[in-house]
């Protein structure tokens, strides 16, 4: 039908022996499962047609302030009960080709014999669930809508484990081009990393006071059975946050440790500018004084110097004692040269924390 | 009438079926709408006469420190409970031409059958909920007062959408100046974004407060199905908070990386000025040491380049060896050329991840 | 009396219809007042003559432990209920001449029929309460020892007000030299500010606590119509710690401007040398190569330019062509003229931005 | 007795109106006055003889763990309750000639008519707790167990303020010396003080659950009369709590305030080096002109100015001008000279805030 | 058997007189022992073999959700009850060879007289509580399976405190090398540092939730004695807790001292450079001046001093009056020479502040 081009209905109806699926043509025709026995499941894909849903709110008794959050273009991620209804919206991410997060929104309504599934965009993300729905034997078919309500939301939290470990890899080169390399597009990478962890957050935190919601006591939608399976979903959220506060923290002390290393990058050009001018300096000085024109016939006192047979030959003596002498010094400031002191102090204990040191740069470096 | 000069009334009763609208010439003239059925709204339209206020306070009965609240200056936002009345103080914002952010306040007070607001300045911000009451079967039309102070919070809460989404653009804009053209008015605007977002975190905190102070149960006013709706605004309240909260972390964010895009400037000054001097220096001195004026007559170890035949070009091929010796080093440092290495290395993940660190900053420079 | 020197006695018994105020010679002469119906209300000026506070100390019936915080140097504020008497420690402020703020200790004893208060220092800051008492018809007339206590407290929370406005004037300030002018006066005046913002906060901090304990509603002293001007006290409280949370948030955001606003000042000025060094270190080596003693007669290719016919204006040539193109290339770069790019990009939201980042500036300078 | 070398062992009897002391020899000679009416508080002084320790755990029954704690090094400050006894464990602080902050353990175990303390150290520093003991009239004396507990963990608290007054002035000098001398040592201090705060910390908030411990409703051991006691001593706690955090938040600021003023000095030389390359580059470029050596036969082109009459006193008129004109330019942009410009501003506002900033910058230095 | 290649199966059954161990070849001889009095301890090393976990769980029975986690490759510490069964996961720390921290996963799942204990890795880390079981007459023989438990836990606890040691020795030596000698590994080191931080403290958080569950009153498992015992652990945790936040503090300090230092140095830098240029500029263009070509014999002005008698040291006092004029004027600047000034001040006060911030550093330096 014309009418759900932008809207597609998919429904699955079972019961622990029997499945049956079918793609509706329009929402009526879905008033017949609820009075059946078993779980009738109907997922609407895509939400750009008012009017499919606004049939579907119908079908399904929905309140209108709930079917208004199903269509509006924000809406925060929460549970609640609506007259006797679970409501739940949650976000599903993943990845795009160009390594950006898409956040798409799951809406909930579980009833006492259905559960209602609403999903923007054009991708049905809930295909898995359906696979372990045609097992026979699967959990999810030996219970009722609690576990299917458990079996999409768990679909929610594990999206983002390949999201949030393809960051950690990321943040570490990062932090390899950061540290080791000072690259300035770095700058605006960790710039980049913490509004996208600003984002995950957002999505994530909700997620635990969902769980909250529906493993406490009074909700009668959830069994006893089931709650130990949201419990564990509750436990990977938890450590879902745990990641997403470590990156943050990582994020942010890249942040300073980029700064520190421009600085010390700052500082090694500043010492090969004062190296330099340091050497060059003295010696323009000295030539410049035997370029003085100076009448030499007027007085014994005006530039003996040039007239001396070792003249020109103690000029250049004296000039390369400057450079040595002021290159000695630079590397007793520890400027040039050098490198790394051998570990030679009786204390062992500070070598092994000089190893230490040394190693955790290795380990960074040999990381990436 | 004169006295009514700086301050307007404007009185709607209505009820499922009937509406009465009339601009008030004396806050005497409401009482006889009080004793009948149906709900009364009075809007008084700006606060700066005093003795209309007080007349309307003795109208409705209203205590002299609530009173006072809301004839003096500064006023916190928040939800109480006078004798049977529910005071409400909250800001409503806008834009004005230069983008300065006005906050308006509006105090509600609302009895039985009554609402009375008062907003400050001249404009009628009250407008569109009289629009929505006009029509005949709004849903605030069927509900009793609750509904309408509902909707008077509402507006409260939807001025700070636009408000809002207009600042992250700004934000968005302020990065890009930042982190790509570094201009020095960033500073003064990050500045400024943050003491804007520290007056709309005043301003809708307590909005968050006051909601949850009327849907309590013990809250007489509010009956179960505006609850409901108050419920949802209190949703939107808590995505403003979010917002504000995460716009204050970019500002911060952004701050750091002003700094980190100065410090990394000054890097690229200082490198230049030190390729400079490192260029010239070397060769200042050469040609200084053929400016000295040593006779050559005296000793054959005087300056006897002077005199050789090929003495001047070889003084350039040793100046033109210097130089390019020089610039070989410091394309080495990696301090002029070279560019972005195409990425060959075998690991496919870490070339996935340049590209990604790449792409993070085209995807910056695009959006502006 | 000799030994009132240090300690002023001020005493003001009323009822609704009567009032008494005499200056007492010693604490003995205030027991008669006590057994009479009305309010009695002692004032100690001055803390420093401790025979008499403990002879006022033995006339209330004072716990040693109360008498010994009133007298001890250093007090927390707080409310406590010691035996019946409520007993209330907080500090008043105000600006001494050269802008410093000073704190006085205010101690209160409220009995069920008296109100005694110790005041530090010389000067009797609670001359206005006094005031309000000789209005026949004043509310605090018209209620119990608990209005009173109402009046005091307010008249400690009223004190900060004046103060924090000036200081807001102040932050203002101390930012535009920070922002606009860099003045290195700005670091320490920042550093003055946070300090004394720590001190108001300590101060305003516990009179939110203070003011929570006399609100319980197991609080003999207070009665329900005083806690409606105690509520209202409680507002102004939790605004004055909003606003010096706010000033505490501004003044580090400061800080982090003022170490950027020097960045980009140091930045400037190594622009300023990079320049002169540039522009000059190609010239000087220009004339040095010509300043050389190559003998011309020797070689042809001995400095053929010197015998040039065009030889000087040809060198003169190719300083001004070098000259030029550095200038260029410094405009090509930002770092000289230039100034501001008309907003000609056809996305109107850009130049939308654009202006207002503008205006953030000019607004700051406005302010000034 | 050989076995008490390491752990000395101080006895004390009383009641209201008896006091006996003694050194005992050994543990058991404690028995009998455990059975005795009166406050029996037997002192141990040094944790290093494990033999006496046990013993005395022997003779007062004391649990396993309480034991381990007393004789492990390292044990958190807490207040529990071990089958009727009170266990508490706190650090006394006091400053040692080097200025560094020792921390002494007092562990104490309070049963309903004994009191046993033991101190690590050699150094008795409950000398003036008998002190007070010993005067018959005292209130120590008046009251049994839980007096002497609260005037021993009085004892601890109050070993706290010289402490931290002592700090106090200290970071006042380094603030000094940070933003007016930025003496480097200044930096290594000021890390020293952060990790002194961070131990005081440690030790001070434990005091505060250990009162609220021991004040609670349920706690047998403490009296109402000595509640107030240990309520004043709640009090001494939270100000010292306040006081650190005070100080860690000035620790904080002067770390930041540190940077800037290097930055500030980073600046200032760095204009110094501007002025003079920026002075005498010119200069040197224009002494090379005339010290080429075209030839002044060749061209009427070449050089006319070295035979001009006044050729050499012009070079030095446009070199003294060229020196002037940059002077100016910098005096312009505020780098040389100058100082204060005086407050004429028609504004008044704005003068007394700039006299309020300077003052801020007088006030530091004269408290120096 | 081969199929317990990857999991070893090791078995102790004890009661206070008796104790039995063995190695099992499958999960099924446990069987027997879980009828009988007395606890059994069943432990499997190594998580690689599925099979044989399974097999384990059926013989104990576990929900099928507590054996996924056992087997899953990242799960949270925890602690919850399933159906009667204590279940606890937590997380053995120590560092390998190159003092990196490696984690060990432990489940516990205790039942009324067992305790299975699961561990990842080859190595058997639980050695040392199978010690004290061999022990007859330890505690943990006198009690049933809750002390056990509490001894494993123990074990976990314990394995931190060496760590820590190691980990705060480590931290000291990085701040030496930071603020003493500004290695630039130390930047690296500190990053390391501080994510070596986080991942301790996401180990050690949890356990003390872990203890609190255990410990609360309506757990069965748990007798009161054991209790005691608990809290003795948890006493430690808290400490361990309190560590781990002043390294991280700490680190975070060494993070900005670094910068600090940092900056400090390329101050230093500059120095050397504005003196050394200040120095030789003026000097360079002195002999400049006199290498000019004008000719002396075309009017008196030109240059006269070439031809007077004393022009050359003439031109030399002048070059060395202003080196002596420059080093004098850098002198009072405070950037050469000087060193510390001996404490003359009248004010005790503030000498006795200056030794103690020298203290500091040198106490820092003594202690590497």
């Avoid at 949030?164 to 990393?193: C, K, M, N, S, W």
């Avoid at 935190?205 to 089931?226: A, K, S």
Wanted: hydrophobic letters at 40%; charged letters at 25%.
């Amino acid at each position: 039908m014309a009418d759900n081009d932008g809207s597609r209905l998919h429904l699955v109806w079972y019961t622990a022996t029997e499945l049956q699926e079918r793609q509706l043509q329009s929402a009526t025709e879905v008033t017949p499962f609820l009075t059946r026995d078993g779980v009738t499941w109907l997922h609407v894909q895509g939400l750009t047609d008012p009017a499919t849903i606004e049939a579907v709110g119908e079908a399904f008794g929905l309140h209108p302030l709930a079917l208004e959050d199903v269509l509006s273009g924000q809406q925060r991620s929460k549970a609640e009960e609506y007259d006797g209804q679970d409501f739940v919206v949650a976000y599903l991410v993943h990845e795009d080709a160009g390594h950006a997060l898409q956040y798409t929104r799951l809406s909930l309504f579980v009833g006492p014999n259905y559960v209602l599934s609403l999903l923007g965009g054009d991708e049905d993300l809930l295909e898995p669930v359906r696979q372990r729905l045609r097992t026979p034997r699967a959990a999810v078919r030996q219970h009722g809508v609690d576990h299917l309500m458990h079996s999409l939301i768990d679909l929610v939290v594990d999206s983002y484990f390949p999201v949030l470990e393809d960051f950690g890899e990321y943040l570490e080169f990062v932090q390899d081009e950061t540290l080791l390399r000072q690259r300035p597009e770095a700058l605006v990478a960790i710039q980049h990393a913490k509004r996208e962890l600003l984002g995950l957050r957002r999505a994530v935190w909700p997620l635990r006071e969902i769980l909250n919601v529906l493993m406490r006591d009074d909700n009668n939608t959830v069994t006893p059975p089931v709650r130990h399976y949201l419990r564990d979903c509750y436990d990977h959220v938890v450590m879902l946050i745990d990641t997403i506060e470590t990156y943050r923290e990582m994020a942010s002390d890249l942040m300073d440790a980029y700064m520190s290393a421009v600085s010390n990058r700052l500082n090694s050009v500043m010492k090969i500018l004062t190296v330099i001018a340091t050497l060059f300096m003295p010696l323009t000085f000295i030539v410049g004084v035997y370029g003085m024109n100076f009448r030499t016939d007027v007085s014994r006192w005006n530039m003996p110097e040039l007239t001396w047979r070792y003249g020109y030959p103690l000029c250049w003596a004296v000039m390369i004692v400057t450079v040595i002498g002021m290159l000695l010094y630079f590397r007793k400031l520890g400027w040039i040269g050098g490198g790394d002191v051998p570990c030679v102090e009786d204390d062992g204990i500070v070598c092994g924390h000089r190893e230490r040191m040394l190693a955790a740069r290795k380990g960074t470096q040999t990381r990436s």
